[in-house]
């Protein structure tokens, strides 16, 4: 059965940095688009970046636009999220989310066709 874990959370200060993995076990990674969601404390979940399967594509939310990078390494069967210029406001639990059947290679998935979800990592941004 598959499973997604997200590992490389933590505890870091204001203006640092930080890299989040995803890793996908039972299945192939590469025919599958990949997202990165956070949700702070009473708020809504939301995608803050996707990356299509092919890799040449990705999108991010502006909030987060110009200091964070996804990746992916289909070898390893793990996706990334690096997070550089952290802020309080970043504060969350982070989802990596998986949809299986992207309908092109360079489709970026929005919010609705996710498939799968890990269990969520907490990072913390102290000021």
């Known amino acids: 059965q598959a499973r997604l874990e997200e590992s490389g959370g933590g505890l870091v200060e204001a203006g640092g940095s930080l890299t989040i993995s995803c890793a996908l076990s039972?299945?192939?990674?590469?025919?599958?688009?990949i997202g990165w969601f956070r949700q702070a404390p009473g708020k809504e979940r939301d995608l803050v970046a996707a990356?299509?399967?092919?890799?040449?594509?990705?999108s991010y939310a502006d909030s987060v636009l110009g200091r964070f990078t996804i990746s992916r390494d289909n070898d390893k069967n793990t996706a990334f999220l690096q997070m550089n210029s952290l802020k309080p406001e970043d504060t969350a639990v982070y989802y990596c989310?998986?949809?299986?059947?992207?309908?092109?290679?360079?489709?970026?998935?929005?919010?609705?066709?996710?498939?799968?979800w890990g269990q969520g990592i907490q990072v913390t941004v102290s000021s």
């Open positions: 990356i299509s399967q092919s890799g040449r594509r990705s």
């Open positions: 989310a998986i949809d299986f059947g992207p309908p092109s290679s360079d489709y970026v998935s929005p919010q609705h066709r996710y498939d799968m």
């Open positions: 039972g299945r192939p990674l590469i025919n599958s688009a």
